[in-house]
Nanobody, 115 residues
């Protein structure tokens, strides 16, 4: 089992920045991929960014150049640095981890971009 706890969601003005954190505990040695999805009201959950055990990253086209995913191995934590935020980035952001033949999800953190 892997437990994921997200933090960092907030209300921010357009053009602003936020950093989300996702701390993993439990059977973390089996994790091969971590990342972030988001879900806006009335929309499907969509992939935002992922990072492999080896450090390779992947981004949705809509966030390339604005968001950066990174990790601190010592802290078992993945981060999502979000810059130049837009109203369309408003959503609940979910951290996930793949490992041990399962996908684990965090509880979600709300990001609202509004003036």
């Amino acid at each position: 089992q892997v437990q994921l706890v997200e933090s960092g969601g907030d209300l921010v003005q357009p053009g602003g920045s936020l950093r989300l954190s996702c701390a993993a505990t439990g059977s973390i040695s089996g994790i091969t991929l971590m990342g972030w999805y988001r879900q806006a009201p009335g929309k499907l959950r969509e992939m935002v960014a992922t990072i492999t055990r080896g450090g390779s990253t992947n981004y949705a086209d809509s966030v390339k150049g604005r968001f950066t995913i990174s990790r601190d191995i010592a802290k078992n934590t993945v981060y999502l640095q979000m810059n130049s935020l837009k109203p369309e980035d408003t959503a609940v952001y979910y951290c996930f981890a793949d490992g041990n033949w399962a996908r684990y999800w965090g509880q979600g953190t709300q990001v609202t971009v509004s003036s």
